[in-house]
């Protein structure tokens, strides 16, 4: 039995038997140490997260909030469940429900808030008192000045893989963070990491090589990218991968394709999401105590240039303004500005209007290295070449929710039940042919094959059954019922599934030419889900060498400077593979890490 379950077993046995609102006994309580202290009493509270319910339990001393316990919830790991743990801790530090949902994560947010709203109904104390806009001044230092060898700006895939590398080669580290959690957009990401694998690929049968990885890639993105650095990217992604393994993380041995990868060369991690990447990087980093400090809460706004050399940054948190001085070098790992509408307007060419055009990214995504680096003489080169998945949740524009489990075993249908594009194409063919149909939406279609059994989940780490139940995907034991739930002509379905799986048999796919197959649509249950174009990636950004150093209008390095990540430009070119984005972060936070630590 997990420990959700043992948890939501408490929460059921508290209401059952009536325990929740009864008085649990303080410590100290009953040993005659004080009568008039308040006792301490346990309420049982339950609010809606992002899937499903989160239970909680407040405990009051008279009162007073003194403890928050989340029971149960099924919250994204990382994302959700640590925005729920830090919006209770808020709750506890303000003693008021009115607290600000962290930001990105609003919805698991929300849910604490009206758990924790539901747990003091129960008290009978009067919730408006517990409605009051916290007074947040938090008490003002001035100027936190901060010295390291590495100073690096942001937490995510790159930035935590950089802080790791300049540590491993002799670098006490800084690392500066904007939000409340590290992690970025790697961290909710599906986490798929391409590379050549002669183990894993070879135990399936999957021919591959580092030529054909490298023509793709290049290709791919129409030839923009610099060779130079997608050969770095793809020689070294597997001993990067190797890297990873040996600080302890885990992959499967599955090998995938990724949407928009044109080969089964994705690796899946074995925990879910990017946490996998994410916890790897924290683990080492919290073994070194002192020696790598991570600063939350904490916005970095401008590099310190002196003689033409980086030597810090300037940052600023809610207790004043942070002077991080680098002894050796500044690395910046912000990652792109899929978040920032007016910067992607701005550079845009290559899409229609992307205004109304929702995100898969998290709040923070919005460039800020770019501009920083700019203005301290960095080149910014691709910035037009903006990434949109066909593949986003209509509401929220999220990737969650995408019941696709690779790209081989499933079919696009437009609004009328057909096929309009070859469903192993590049990325921005898909989303071209996707802004082509009527009404600018599809339904993905599949059957059983993705989902054999059902707790299997998808890259998200959602079940189909969990899916279904909030209405994201439909359930159908024919696809004639599939197509009546969804919408879209019955016989129009039936028609392209079928000339689908006649493509499976004879691997010619007449009208469209796709070349991805495994299995046929043809096993009960068949599913759907709704998708829409949304912005996923920017391709463009500070130009870099193979050594991760950042270069000028010049061409000349910029001494004291490095980046990598999706703040980099001049890798992906106009299309980026699908599962080259992990591997980026890793190789070129690696190299980054590695060149500012050993610099002079
Ligand atoms: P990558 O995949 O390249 O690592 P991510 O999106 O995963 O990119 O991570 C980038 C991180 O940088 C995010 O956690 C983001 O909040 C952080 N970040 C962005 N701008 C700033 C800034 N001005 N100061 C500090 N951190 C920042």
């Not at 202290?37 to 992002?50: D, I, L």
Request: charged residues 20%; negative net charge.
């Amino acid at each position: 039995m997990g420990r959700k379950h043992i948890s939501l077993l408490l929460a059921v046995l508290l209401v059952f038997f009536g325990i929740a609102g009864q008085v649990l006994k303080a410590e100290g309580q009953g040993a005659g140490l004080s009568r008039t202290a308040p006792e301490a009493v346990a309420y049982v509270g339950e609010g809606r997260g992002c899937y499903g319910a989160i239970i909680v339990e407040v405990t009051l001393e008279g009162n007073k909030i003194k403890d928050i316990r989340i029971l149960q919830h099924n919250e994204s790991p990382g994302v959700g469940a640590e925005a729920a743990k830090l919006i209770a801790e808020e709750i506890i530090k303000y003693q008021s429900i009115a607290v600000d949902a962290v930001s990105g994560c609003t919805k698991s947010s929300n849910g604490v808030m009206a758990a924790v709203e539901q747990a003091l109904g129960k008290a009978g104390v009067n919730i408006d008192d517990y409605w009051k806009k916290p007074d947040k001044i938090t008490a003002r230092i001035g100027n936190i000045e901060k010295t390291a060898d590495v100073v690096v700006i942001g937490a995510g895939g790159a930035g935590l893989a950089a802080a790791v590398s300049a540590h491993q080669n002799g670098a006490r580290v800084l690392v500066l963070e904007k939000m409340p959690m590290v992690g970025g957009n790697t961290i909710r990401s599906g986490a798929a990491y391409n590379a050549v694998d002669p183990k894993r690929q070879s135990a399936l049968g999957i021919e591959d090589s580092i030529e054909k990885h490298y023509i793709q890639t290049y290709e791919g993105g129409d030839r923009l990218g610099k060779p130079e650095l997608i050969r770095t990217l793809i020689e070294k992604a597997y001993p990067a991968l190797e890297w990873l393994e040996s600080m302890g993380m885990k992959f499967k041995d599955e090998i995938f394709t990724v949407l928009g990868s044109l080969w089964p060369r994705s690796h899946k991690p074995e925990k879910p999401l990017g946490t996998g990447y994410i916890e790897t990087y924290m683990n080492y980093i919290e073994q070194q105590g002192s020696e790598i400090e991570v600063m939350l809460n904490t916005r970095a706004t401008e590099l310190i240039v002196e003689n033409g050399r980086v030597v810090g940054v300037e940052a600023e948190n809610e207790e004043g303004t942070v002077t991080a001085k680098a002894n050796n070098g500044v690395i910046i790992a912000t990652g792109g500005f899929s978040a920032n509408v007016m910067a992607r307007n701005h550079y845009n060419n290559m899409w229609p209007d992307l205004t109304n055009i929702k995100t898969t990214n998290h709040p923070g995504a919005t460039g800020d290295g770019m501009w920083m680096a700019e203005k301290a003489g960095a080149r910014l080169i691709g910035m037009e070449q903006i990434q949109l998945l066909p593949m986003g949740d209509p509401e929220t524009g999220s990737l969650s929710g995408n019941i696709e489990q690779g790209v081989e075993n499933r079919i696009f249908v437009n609004k009328y039940g057909n096929r309009f594009v070859d469903e192993g194409a590049r990325r921005d063919v898909m989303t071209k042919a996707l802004f082509q149909q009527p009404d600018c939406y599809m339904w993905v279609i599949l059957d059983k094959h993705s989902y054999p059994t059902p707790d299997t989940r998808n890259n998200f780490n959602e079940t189909i059954e969990q899916l279904v139940e909030d209405g994201t995907a439909f359930k159908a034991d024919t696809l004639e019922d599939l197509a009546r739930q969804i919408g879209v002509d019955p016989a129009n379905l039936v028609r392209s599934v079928e000339t689908f799986n006649m493509a499976v048999e004879k691997k010619i796919d007449d009208p469209f030419g796709r070349t991805l197959f495994e299995d046929k649509i043809d096993t009960p249950p068949f599913y759907a889900g709704a998708r829409v174009a949304t912005v996923h990636h920017t391709m463009g950004g500070i130009e870099i060498n193979t050594k991760a150093q950042v270069l000028d209008n010049s061409g000349n390095i910029i001494p004291g400077l490095y980046a990598a990540g999706e703040v980099t430009g001049g890798i992906h070119g106009s299309n980026r593979l699908g599962g080259n984005a992990i591997p980026d972060t890793v190789v070129f936070g690696k190299i980054a890490g590695e060149s500012a630590a050993k610099a002079e």
